[in-house]
């Protein structure tokens, strides 16, 4: 079975600072992981994705994620925040289903990262 | 400009009475996603379609129904039998079935 779980539900930091956001993940197969972000009363939006390429993938606006098979873990992070950046951000985890062969996608329940001045 | 359209951005409906959710693509993409988001749940996928004219079950199909007449279209109705319709609705597409989703801005149904 495939599941994600976003270990922070919130996330604050001051503006400047590092951002962490952190996501593990349990799949049957090789997986393919995203991150997406969500501005408030909007569609979500690609930051970045794994697809067994380099570990270490590069986003948008400055995000990086990188992906460790031994800690199934895939987190988020960014070296200093900006206001911009408070969001929702969904860490997301796709595999072939062995019966459709659709690639299935998976959410975690989010993590709203709020950003101080 | 290429994109995924939703309309309407809101909308309101009285309990008992069936609305239709619009999803446009001109992305020249395949397939094509509808999901549910709730407050602390992630995205939960209704339905989708990899083809024209074909469309399947996601998690939480019971009191929605689709159609899948155009490459570029795939709307979503929320009959009077979905026992809890107020979400926000969101339409995703992708170039093939297992590619990456590209999702649309989004509409919140609230049921009065």
């Known amino acids: 079975a495939q599941s994600v779980t976003q270990l922070d539900s919130h996330v604050s930091v001051s503006e400047g600072t590092p951002v962490l956001l952190r996501c593990n993940y349990s799949s049957s197969y090789s997986p393919s992981l995203f991150w997406y972000v969500q501005h408030p009363n909007k569609g979500l939006q690609l930051l970045l994705k794994y697809t067994s390429a380099a570990t270490l993938v590069k986003g948008i606006n400055g995000f990086e994620a990188e992906f460790k098979k031994s800690e199934t873990s895939f987190h988020l992070t960014k070296p200093s925040a900006h206001m911009s950046d408070a969001a929702e951000y969904f860490c997301?985890?796709?595999?072939?289903?062995?019966?459709?062969?659709?690639?299935?996608?998976?959410f975690g329940r989010g993590t709203q990262l709020t950003v101080w001045p | 400009d290429g994109g995924i359209t939703q309309s309407p951005k809101y909308l309101f409906r009285k309990e008992g009475q069936n609305v239709t959710l619009s999803c446009e693509q001109n992305l020249n993409h395949d397939a094509m996603y509808w999901y549910r988001q709730d407050p602390g749940q992630g995205l939960r996928l209704i339905y989708y379609s990899q083809i024209v004219n074909d469309f399947q079950k996601g998690d939480i199909a019971e009191g929605y129904s689709v159609s899948r007449e155009k490459k570029e279209s795939f709307p979503l109705t929320v009959t009077s039998a979905q026992k809890n319709p107020t979400a926000f609705y969101l339409c995703?597409?992708?170039?093939?079935?297992?590619?990456?989703?590209?999702f649309g801005p989004g509409t919140r149904l609230t049921v009065l």
């Open positions: 995703a597409s992708s170039k093939g079935h297992a590619d990456t989703q590209y």
């Open positions: 997301v985890v796709s595999d072939k289903d062995r019966g459709s062969t659709l690639g299935r996608l998976y």
